[in-house]
């Protein structure tokens, strides 16, 4: 294979290594396309390396620009529209893809590489971590290698050398990249405009909703898109108390919960919410990721939380916490949680009603069960024994924690209870919600995160979309509102250690692996630390690049601006200093190194002036070689000696590629120990 690719002609492997290129480029957009796109991207390009290896002609117009139609149709029938960012994406992969086949002047290759570049910066729309970082860093330097390719005359170096020159002026160009990343203001929203939509007009993002149905939750249980990041000051809370609230949902149609009020821009803002705070409480600082909602997390309750510059939020009385406008880039903001808390502990009876309200004919048999259990007059049960009842037969029926329930029929909390028996957080806490409305007791669902990645070097939690999670909260007279998890009462394992811990495994050949890996979440697997410390990593790139916010670099300036003025001055000194030896050891290696073949001419020239023959100043390599002839000397040396110069003279002064002249000075090196 190496010796088919050194024989293959230039221009061939000028057109291979584009096509690499392009491949690189098209790769990640694979995991987001649909995969006949993906089929018709690669589809080209290994029709282009076929015509470009066995040496046949490019398609004509006539069969690109019908193909080129039917590409674009396509797109239109997969996304409805061609343009946005979803669409455009696909359009640019196919439009790249189909220009591979178009290729005939430098003028095109121009074209196909700089469309590349565009369709590169699209992957970050995607991804942002540090393995999609490396993967793009890598393909900017093959997309260069092969646009200075093109562009070299008749003498072209090797290839290994044109990617070391690449990389190398890529290193030079790091601490300017480095200064412009800190110091150039950025866009404060996103680059694309026009993102995509859902039915409902707003923008399709993966994470929670201002409503839940069965099904809702465990869809982003299979999610690890990173949503925020927190950094405790204090000691950081055991992990069953890690519930990061987000909506409360309080209005049931017998399948669907949504929250009270949804169609509102902003819940309704409450400055008088009846709470009593107790115990010491946790800060922390939450770096939260954008997602077009209005949505602020913190752990439950917020005592106080940090007003986001140009975008206030209002806190309604279930303590949801909205901003005004969508968050569209990343955010900071300094929290105080308070884990002891009572919240509402004095409702009037017409307060109760919206959270004791239930569609009249749904779910009937849920709904006599739960009258039936908690009994009538003297004999009904308290309203805190009749929530441990229907804890209890969570954890005595035979219930199962699983991300795959069966469907649920048109009475879905009936057919949960006494049918399937088996589903994810929403299921136990819609139907631990209805039973305890038919049982007259106030309450709500709540959905938010629970739990998180720990630190290994600082006292911060990672929280991704798989830590969604839905809980229940009663109200009970004099102690207001308080959580209850029916989940843990089924799988305790997911708020005590995290999701994977509380899910089965499943029957398959990939459970000991998954073992092994640490994926089952137990601490002892043989990649258990790895991942650990690979998950750290992505937290440090998230924290250190990705999270580098306005407010963020603003601080960072004021607190250079605030310098005192000799240890600014010395700063300065510093950075000059650095870069003045900097410079002085470039010009010291290139005046050093000089050029290989004038460094060998001077040690042959050393070499004959030790026996007597010093060139003179004027003597060029042919009269040199002819005065050395009539000396004295063996005839394996002058036969050395005669050859060395040729090649000398030849390379000196001939237009040699660079793979003939390195041919060139291994010989001269084996022939300098001839010459004596």
């Known amino acids: 294979m190496r010796q088919w690719l050194a024989n293959l002609p230039r221009d061939k492997a000028d057109i291979l290594l584009l096509l690499l290129a392009a491949a690189m480029v098209l790769a990640p957009h694979a995991l987001h396309l649909p995969v006949w796109l993906s089929a018709a991207a690669a589809a080209p390009l290994l029709w282009r390396a076929f015509i470009t290896v066995r040496g046949r002609r490019q398609p004509r117009l006539a069969v690109l620009a019908p193909l080129a139609l039917l590409g674009i149709a396509a797109v239109y029938v997969s996304y409805g529209t061609v343009l946005g960012r979803d669409a455009g994406v696909a359009m640019l992969a196919l439009l790249l893809a189909l220009k591979s086949l178009e290729m005939h002047g430098r003028r095109d290759i121009f074209v196909f590489v700089f469309l590349s570049f565009f369709l590169l910066l699209a992957n970050f729309f995607h991804a942002q971590g540090i393995v999609s970082a490396a993967w793009m860093l890598a393909t900017v330097i093959v997309l260069l290698a092969g646009l200075l390719s093109s562009q070299y005359g008749a003498v072209q170096p090797r290839l290994a050398h044109r990617l070391g020159l690449l990389g190398r002026m890529l290193a030079l160009a790091l601490p300017l990249s480095a200064v412009m990343f800190l110091a150039v203001p950025r866009v404060d929203g996103p680059l694309w405009g026009a993102a995509p939509k859902d039915t409902q007009g707003t923008q399709a993002r993966t994470g929670l909703s201002d409503s839940m149905q069965p099904g809702a939750i465990a869809s982003l249980a299979l999610s690890s898109e ?321 999270d580098t916010t306005p407010q963020r670099r603003r601080a960072m300036l004021d607190g250079l601006k605030n310098l005192p003025a000799k240890k600014l001055a010395a700063a300065c000194a510093l950075l000059a200093l650095l870069s003045a030896l900097a410079g002085a050891l470039v010009w010291w290696r290139q005046t050093r190194q000089g050029d290989p073949l004038d460094a060998l001419y001077a040690q ?73």
């Open 226 to 546: 990173p949503v925020f990041t927190a950094r405790f000051s204090t000691p950081l809370p055991p992990q069953d108390q890690l519930y990061w609230r987000g909506v409360v949902l309080g209005d049931f149609d017998g399948a669907t919960w949504t929250r009270r009020g949804a169609g509102q821009r902003t819940p309704a803002s409450d400055s008088r919410i009846d709470i009593a705070l107790e115990g010491q409480p946790s800060q922390y600082e939450v770096t939260l990721q954008a997602s077009g909602q209005r949505r602020i997390f913190a752990l439950d309750v917020p005592r106080s939380i940090e007003r986001l510059p140009g975008n206030p939020y209002v806190v309604s009385s279930a303590l949801e916490v909205l901003t005004i406008q969508p968050i569209t880039s990343t955010v900071r903001y300094r929290v105080s949680s308070q884990p002891r808390y009572r919240l509402q502990a004095s409702l009037s009876f017409a307060q109760q009603q919206p959270w004791l309200a239930l569609p009249a004919g749904s779910n009937p048999r849920s709904v006599a069960w739960a009258r039936a259990l908690r009994g009538h007059g003297a004999q009904a049960l308290a309203p805190a024994d009749a929530i441990a009842a229907v804890l209890e037969h969570f954890r005595r029926a035979p219930f199962r924690y699983t991300l795959q329930p069966p469907l649920l029929g048109k009475h879905g909390v009936d057919d949960f209870l006494f049918v399937t028996q088996a589903g994810f957080c929403e299921h136990y806490a819609g139907s631990f919600v209805v039973l305890m409305r038919a049982m007259g007791i106030p309450a709500r669902v709540v959905t938010g995160y629970q739990g998180g990645l720990h630190g290994a070097t600082d006292n911060s939690l990672s929280v991704r979309q798989s830590d969604a999670h839905a809980w229940s909260e009663v109200w009970l007279a004099g102690r207001g509102w308080l959580r209850v998890d029916p989940t843990s009462a089924v799988a305790p394992l997911r708020t005590e250690r995290n999701l994977d811990a509380a899910l089965p495994p499943a029957p398959s050949p990939l459970t000991a692996w998954r073992a092994l890996a640490g994926l089952d979440g137990g601490a002892h697997g043989a990649l258990a630390a790895w991942r650990q410390q690979w998950q750290q990593a992505e937290q440090a790139w998230s924290h250190w690049v990705l």
């Open 604 to 676: 042959f020239c050393h070499r004959q002036a030790r026996r007597g023959y010093s060139r003179a100043p004027h003597e060029g390599p042919h009269g040199y070689a002819a005065r050395l002839a009539a000396g004295k000397a063996t005839p394996e040396a002058h036969a050395a000696i005669a050859q060395f110069l040729a090649i000398y003279a030849a390379m000196k002064y001939g237009n040699a590629n660079p793979d003939e002249q390195l041919r060139a000075r291994r010989s001269l090196r084996r022939l300098l120990t001839q010459c004596r």
